[in-house]
């Protein structure tokens, strides 16, 4: 017997391997993926009973090919050569190229022909070793639309005319920002449910961070690589305080900082600090620098508000954005206070991508209340609250909004 | 993103409706197959229902803590809910391209409205 979490990890870690190895041999991405997913979920059920086999990775290649094998000889109308190619001896338990396959796995679930929701869906199942079900409960769709657009991502894949092998060295850095995009995305959507309702929701957030740390350790060279990790690590850290038990948001200003998790914080640091001394900079590193003078600062009046400002002018340099420059004008107001901030923020609302953004008025009506303009600072924060389109963030800017009215109606 | 797409009926397009040839009418229904098909195999439907008349809707209200019943909507209500998609895609301008394939979009009586998620930024 051995128990399920044992067994999901060692299954979780030998998919990407068994689906390079079978589609080195085999070719066909597309047939190889469906036949590493049904082996996936013959061991589940077999492992846990019968325990774990001598060579795990052995024994999940023969079963891969077997279904492999049946699904083609069920085709009646594929040419023999196909069936000759394939019923040959099953490809070899050799483990020196799987982590080279993880990466070139990576690399073509993040195929420009896709959507990011397909490249999202695809990475978990084709790396991650997802199944199809956990993916749709960790999205909150229906089964079937995940194995639709699983299905479609691997026929346009297969369309693209795309093999099994490292993008060529001109589109690889373009394809690890696609790669790099899509785990921070799994990580977003795993960090933001775990402050609402998340129930029965697989742990995407350590799904992210298990992935990207692969990641690193194939290409530790990668200095955003290393910036993502460390950003994942120093933002999870704080989530065991980040919202309250019956799922309201704490604000950073205002989480209990003795529950942040220490270790991942430490992690973090080490890493990012190791990476920004030798890298070349990206904007990861400078996301994950920031996190780190939040998470080292005991106290939220510790805050080095000042460093924090220097890294979004560097980061709003080489990587700007709407997001980008309203978090860099709360540090500004943090920095040279309330009234500059604002007096930025007027400037910024003329940008078309942040004119009418319900971020703008939730930035300003902090801003307001910082101030002490409580009146204004409420009609922003209700204004907010009526366009943001997450449930956790109405909750927290209408409770924002009341206590502002309450601040002045009693000053 | 999920969005909720809702088509509306109203006197005007039942009327509309009634006078349809029968090959008119199997158009608007090849129309309705034809757009299912397409988000079934694009992977971002995730449901789609056409609803009863509403004669035979209930409302529900509590009375000391027991549920109890009324038939129907009120009766004034003229624009009534008749049929919704719940798709889940990319952006708002991909859920209104899906919304704009409903046949009584050419009415004006498809609505698309943004579903709430759980996302949320640090503050």
């Known amino acids: 017997m051995s128990t399920t979490t044992e067994v999901e990890n060692l299954l979780r870690e030998l998919a990407p391997q068994v689906l390079g190895a079978l589609v080195r041999r085999y070719g066909k991405f597309d047939s190889c993926e469906d036949a590493v997913q049904e082996a996936l979920l013959a061991a589940a059920v077999q492992w846990r009973s019968g325990g774990v086999p001598a060579s795990p990775k052995g024994w999940l290649i023969t079963v891969a090919s077997r279904r492999l094998i049946e699904q083609l000889r069920s085709d009646s109308a594929r040419v023999r050569r196909e069936e000759t190619a394939v019923v040959q001896a099953p490809p070899s338990t050799d483990p020196s190229p799987s982590e080279d396959d993880s990466l070139t796995l990576l ?33 909150l769709v229906p089964e079937t639309t995940v194995a639709q657009r699983i299905s479609r991502a691997k026929q346009l894949i297969t369309a693209s005319g795309a093999e099994f092998r490292l993008p060529p060295q001109g589109e690889r850095s373009e394809r690890m920002a696609a790669v790099l995009e899509v785990l921070y995305l799994i990580f977003n959507e795993g960090y933001t449910a775990s402050a609402g309702v998340a129930l029965n929701r697989v742990e995407l957030t350590s799904e992210a961070i298990r992935l990207a740390r692969q990641l690193h350790a194939r290409v530790p060279e990668d200095g955003e690589v290393a910036g993502l990790l460390a950003l994942m690590l120093l933002t999870d850290a704080r989530r065991p305080a980040r919202a309250t038990p019956d799922g309201e948001l704490v604000p950073l200003a205002e989480q209990e900082r003795r529950s942040w998790d220490s270790d991942a914080i430490a992690e973090g640091v080490a890493l990012i600090t190791e990476t920004l001394a030798t890298a070349r900079i990206g904007s990861y590193q400078l996301q994950a620098a920031i996190a780190a003078v939040h998470d080292e600062a005991p106290r939220a009046e510790d805050t080095d508000w000042q460093q924090i400002l220097t890294l979004y002018d560097l980061l709003a340099s080489i990587s700007p954005g709407p997001m980008v420059t309203l978090n860099r004008i709360v540090a500004v107001s943090m920095v040279h206070g309330a009234v500059a901030g604002l007096e930025e923020l007027e400037a910024a609302n003329a940008d078309p991508a942040l004119t009418g953004h319900y971020r703008v008025d939730a930035v300003k009506a902090h801003l307001l209340d910082l101030a002490g303009d409580h009146e204004a600072a409420r009609s922003h924060y209700e204004r907010a609250a009526t366009r943001t389109l997450s449930l956790p963030e109405r909750r927290y800017l209408n409770s924002r909004a009341t206590r502002a009215a309450h601040t002045w109606s009693r000053p | 993103m999920k969005y909720l797409i809702l088509i509306y009926s109203n006197p005007e397009s039942r009327a509309i409706w009634d006078r349809l040839s029968a090959d008119q009418r199997a158009g608007g229904l090849s129309a309705y197959a034809a757009l299912n098909e397409d988000l079934t195999a694009s992977g971002e439907m995730v449901v789609a229902e056409a609803l009863a008349d509403p004669s035979m809707a209930k409302r529900v209200s509590l009375h000391d803590g027991q549920p109890m019943t009324t038939d129907g909507p009120f009766a004034e209500v003229k624009e009534l809910v008749a049929g919704f998609y719940v798709v889940d895609c990319e952006s708002i301008e991909r859920a209104v391209e899906i919304a704009a394939r409903v046949p009584e979009a050419d009415l004006g009586l498809v609505e698309v409205r943004p579903c709430m998620d759980l996302s949320g930024f640090e503050m």
């Open chain 1, 107 to 139: 690399m073509l679930c993040c195929h420009p022909s896709l959507t990011p929701t397909s490249q999202v869906a695809l990475t978990l199942r084709a790396v991650g070793g997802l199944t199809t079900a956990e993916i749709a409960r960790a999205f």
